[in-house]
């Protein structure tokens, strides 16, 4: 395995981490709890902004 592909492969899964807490936290809001889904939307945002810049730091596309 490449460092190249394990890079593409560590960037999917900060990816659908990411989305899945955005998912969850978007869940919350709408199901009618909207404190719990504000505080959820805090570690959503951080993980997005790991993958963010996880990807930007090896010059991938987006």
Do not use: C, H
Request: no cysteine; hydrophobic share 55%; charged share 20%.
């Amino acid at each position: 395995m490449s460092l190249r592909e394990n890079d593409i492969r560590t960037a999917r899964k900060k990816g659908f981490v990411a989305a899945a807490a955005t998912g969850g936290a978007a869940v919350l809001l709408i199901a009618g709890s909207p404190i719990l889904g504000v505080m959820a939307l805090v570690p959503a945002g951080y993980l997005g902004w790991d993958w963010f810049k996880f990807r930007a730091q090896r010059g991938m596309r987006f």
